[in-house]
């Protein structure tokens, strides 16, 4: 049988004497595969192949005698590398079986890219079955398969359509191709939801149980796979032997190895001189006979010493350096320092007293000179160790290098700012001092005229002044403790506004002018009430009796203790705050002539803490504890919102212009607000090192004060400018003392003469106080 084989393939290897011989490199889509030499010790004799029981799949085996045509049958020449496609190697093979070759049954299912041969010492690889061609007495064709392959029946859906997104094959019945270029199809699914929910209720696998998206099966884990699962969900390693916190072992260490990292030989230029290297060492030997180069002297081993006390050289290198620092240099020693000192150096009773009662840094001297018979008899010094330690300080501590400083005169980091003087008038001194209350005075107003003051306190009166006298003319007594007082800035009329509790009264102090007392009270009186009665949150009523001859003329009954009251620059407005955070009527507005009450604001937008009309434009001023909303009250709007940049606002003033608005707050700051500049300060000031109660500006001077817990008014020059490219100058100016602070308490209130650059203030001692 072996022999009819042999003949047959030497047939077979003349007919294909037509095959092109010249073929020496193919190149096709397929991948191509090297042809690798082979070893002799790889050529084995057919006999072995035939005895060896794992060759019991033994096909055939045909003997060619001709060299030669075995090439042509093949297409190949005799190189030392020569590259094979398998579309090539399938040709050839087909080529082969077409030729009659007998007893290749085995082989019906064997893919030629399956296969591997051998060439007159050439192999091609071509795993995992495997055809070898070895030269024996001639040429030896041996073919056997290594494994014999499965039944298309029986053999796995293997994926071959490659590293592509599976969801292009959604809507196909198949998954790819096969090695024939047959469609590999899915397994059929024809489960629905029910089908699958009682699948999950049977099944005890069911949640072990997963689909391979590349083949569409259902596959079953095993418990190794499950545990593999759970400790990568987990986070952990998926080799369980693995042991994260295993010690690190350095790869190099400073031991000598016994083996070599790698065994790879020495390179060539590592033991043969290089001739660059030669050239670079010849011209720098060259270099240096010519004395181009000169080698580095020795470093001197020598100490080198330097007089502390001797004089630099400013020629020197040091000298001349810009950032050079001299060592500090302590005094040389004098006469007082001698153990025999003249006696005008010895010190008496009076000054040795005087010297031990002076602090440590006043003393001229830091001992005391002594007088010793002999050098022998001088003691040890008791300070010798600890000034010792501090002149090794200085030393160490000196610093050796200067920084760079920019060469700025001192002077012009200074505000060019006037002198005081050039901005006199302002209050400088104490002139009166009003007392007569016996708790303190919380608030002060001056009459338009100036001639008098009224000043209200906790000890439930309502005083009248005459300015310039510091008699008290008049004295009021009320329900409680007054908590603000207001003078009517319009000068045709003569009302005060005093707020107690939940109560504001408006007096006729009765003081001045009859005929304007007179005229206040007909314009009073001339009131018609309509026909019509609105309700209102406030309740009006005239005062009978004995309250009409003390000077009460309206009272007004509030729902909620009023803490602030203000009046409009015309007279006929007057506004109050009830400071509640949880209801919207805080500010109400009364309209003297008309007896009406309203209540501007629909919601809350914070605690306020004060308001203020503005002197010429129908602006309203609230003050929250950290903004200031500015209102047009025709347009019924929001025109600004200024932000304090502080804690808590404590009062508010309003410049006579209506441009400017200054701020005191409860942290020891005050405000400075430029309405057509900014929503934030232009300047904030922290003079006062306590809380700010009163801020106020001088209706006719530029000039403006703050009164503090500190128990000081501190009055500032402040010009505003009509240009508006110029920035308002504020300078403080004065610091005006009187004031002393009770319970923690200062200054409490402090306002302008209308005309004079004069400044009253109140404070917690019960005294007012004028400073001209």
Not at 78 to 103: K, P, V
Not at 392 to 421: A, F, G
Not at 494 to 513: E, F, Q, R
Request: proline content about 7%; some cysteine; glycine content about 6%.
């Amino acid at each position: 049988m072996a022999c009819r084989s042999v003949a047959r393939a030497e047939r077979v290897s003349r007919g294909t004497a037509s095959i092109n011989p010249g073929l020496k490199q193919f190149s096709f889509p397929m991948p191509c595969l090297p042809i690798e030499r082979t070893r002799d010790s790889d050529r084995k004799p057919c006999s072995q192949y035939a005895t060896s029981p794992s060759w019991e799949n033994l096909a055939a085996t045909v003997s060619v005698t001709s060299e030669s045509s075995l090439r042509c049958l093949f297409g190949i020449r005799r190189q030392e590398h020569l590259w094979m496609s398998t579309r090539q190697f399938s040709a050839a093979w087909s080529r082969l079986l077409e030729m009659g070759i007998e007893h290749f049954d085995a082989f019906g299912s064997i893919e030629p890219s399956a296969l591997s041969f051998c060439l007159d010492g050439f192999r091609v690889s071509l795993a995992p079955l495997r055809v070898s061609l070895v030269k024996i007495w001639g040429v030896m064709f041996t073919l056997w398969p290594v494994k014999r392959v499965k039944s298309r029946g029986t053999s796995d859906i293997r994926n071959t359509v490659g590293n592509i997104p599976m969801e292009w094959y959604k809507d196909y019945p198949h998954i790819g191709y096969d090695l024939d270029g047959k469609k590999i199809f899915k397994p059929i699914r024809n489960k629905d939801e029910l089908d699958e929910f009682l699948d999950k209720m049977d099944n005890p696998d069911y949640w072990r149980t997963v689909q391979d998206k590349m083949t569409g099966a259902d596959i079953r884990l095993s418990d190794e796979q499950v545990d593999l699962v759970h400790r990568l969900q987990e986070g952990k390693f998926g080799d369980v032997n693995f042991n994260e916190y295993e010690p690190a072992v350095d790869f190099f260490s400073n031991e000598v190895m016994i083996h070599p990292v790698t065994n790879r030989p020495q390179d060539k230029r590592s033991f043969i001189p290089s001739l660059i290297e030669k050239e670079k060492v010849s011209k720098l030997v060259h270099a240096i006979k010519m004395g181009w180069i000169k080698p580095r002297r020795p470093k001197e081993t020598t100490p080198q010493y330097y007089d502390l006390w001797a004089k630099e050289d400013p020629n020197s290198i040091l000298g001349r350096h810009k950032m050079h620092v001299p060592a500090p240099k302590m005094k040389l020693p004098g006469h007082e320092e001698s153990y025999n000192p003249p006696p005008e150096y010895l010190m008496s009773e009076e000054e040795r007293l005087a010297w031990e009662q002076q602090d440590p840094e006043d003393r001229k001297l830091s001992f005391l000179p002594q007088k010793f018979a002999c050098l022998r008899a001088v003691p040890a010094y008791s300070r010798f160790i600890h000034e010792r330690f501090e002149r090794c300080l200085d030393l160490y501590l000196c610093p050796r290098q200067r920084k760079m400083r920019v060469n700025v005169n001192p002077e012009d980091l200074i505000p060019k700012l006037p002198k005081p003087k050039d901005l006199q008038p302002f209050p400088t001194t104490q002139s009166l001092v009003y007392r007569g209350h016996t708790s303190l005075v919380r608030s002060i107003s001056v009459s338009p005229s100036g001639q008098w003051l009224v000043s209200g306190s906790d000890d439930c009166t309502v005083r009248f002044w005459e300015v310039s006298t510091a008699r008290c003319l008049k004295t009021l007594e009320v329900g409680g403790a007054v908590k603000g007082v207001s003078w009517n800035p319009n000068p045709a009329v003569c009302l005060v506004a005093v707020s107690y509790d939940d109560t504001i009264l408006l007096l006729n102090p009765g003081l001045g002018d009859r005929l304007l007392c007179t005229a206040t009270d007909q314009l009073i009186s001339s009131y018609e009430e309509p026909e019509e009665a609105k309700d209102q949150p406030v309740q009006w009523a005239v005062s009978e009796g004995e309250g009409h001859e003390q000077g009460h003329r309206l009272v007004l009954k509030h729902p909620k203790a009023v803490r602030q009251v203000t009046w409009h620059g015309k007279g006929d407005y007057l506004a109050c705050v009830m400071p509640d955070n949880s209801s919207n009527l805080q500010v109400v507005i009364h309209q003297v002539s008309k007896r009406r009450t309203q209540n501007p604001f629909r919601k809350s937008k914070g605690l306020v803490q004060c308001v203020s009309f503005h002197p010429v434009r129908p602006y309203f001023f609230v003050a929250t504890q950290r903004y200031v909303r500015v209102y047009n009250l025709i347009k019924q709007e929001l025109t600004k919102k200024l932000m304090a940049n502080c804690k808590w606002i404590s009062s508010m003033s309003v410049h006579p212009a209506g441009d400017n608005v200054i701020c005191g707050s409860y942290d020891c700051r005050l405000a400075w607000f430029d309405l057509d500049l900014s929503t934030k300060p232009y300047k904030v000031l922290r003079h006062h090192k306590k809380a700010l109660r009163s801020v106020a500006y001088h209706n006719h001077y530029p000039l403006f004060a703050s009164g503090s817990d500190d128990g000081s008014v501190i009055v500032c020059h402040g010009m505003v400018y009509n240009d508006l490219l110029q920035n308002p100058l504020i300078v403080p100016v004065k610091v005006l003392k009187g004031h002393t602070i009770t319970h923690d308490l200062g200054v409490l209130d402090v306002t302008f003469h209308p005309t004079q650059p004069w400044v009253f203030s109140s404070g917690a001692d019960g005294t007012v106080r004028l400073f001209t």
